[in-house]
């Protein structure tokens, strides 16, 4: 494995690359490094190496690693990219900036009562089942503009649409079709595009990326 900077900078210039090939701003595209199952001493050398933004899947597992090293570093993002149990959702809002996993009626209330009750609006991103996988998180495309409506008569702050496409196929035709949803729906921002393909998704209208173990080595 590289150091992590090298890393860093590899990432970002195949970012900038697939930008400016899809003629778009490499400004327009959020890295989000995901951290989840790394520890702190291995997040230290990418905020040395000055990312700012990251990602972690569970909440347990963010609030045991994320407060010291906020409190550190005030200016770091934090963003929920894992699914959310309607329970945990006043310890989300607490942690988090940002959810990307809001998938269902359910949420919705949970997280419009949290967000409330703390007195923080966090911008959501509403999860897809792209694939119309069973087991898979997030709505199902029938169901979408129902929950839009839902979180819009909610006052929750969507700003987008997040898919994970499936495993093991050609991603590039779910990512088209999650930016023609956003669009469709008139949103801005597309959570799409991990490791193995953030340069298509890129390529696609990605406006925020979520990158593992290209940064971070892999997950043991
Ligand atoms: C783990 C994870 C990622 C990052 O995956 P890599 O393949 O390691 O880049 C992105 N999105 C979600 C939802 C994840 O759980």
Known sequence: MTDPATALSDVRNRIAHAAKIARRSADDVALIAVSKTHPAEAIMPLIAAGQRLFGENRVQEAAAKWP????????????????????KAD?????????????????????????????????????????AEEQKGGCAIADLPALLAQARGADLNVIGLMCVPPLGIE??????????????????????????????????GATHVRVGSALFGARS
Do not use: Y
């Not at 010291?68 to 329970?87: F, I």
């Open 171 to 204: 991603p590039a035709p779910f990512f088209a079709l999650l930016d023609k949803l956003a669009a469709d729906h008139g949103l801005r921002d597309r959570s799409m595009g991990m490791s193995d393909d953030f340069e298509t998704a890129v390529m696609l």
């Open 91 to 131: 310890e989300a809002v607490a942690l988090f900036d940002c959810i990307h996993s809001l998938d269902r009626p359910s949420l919705v209330t949970a997280l419009a009562r949290a967000m409330d009750k703390a007195g923080r609006h966090l911008p959501c991103f509403v999860q897809v089942n792209i694939g």
């Open 68 to 87: 010291a090293l906020r409190e550190a570093h005030p200016d770091l993002s934090l963003h929920l990219v894992g699914q959310l149990q309607s329970n």
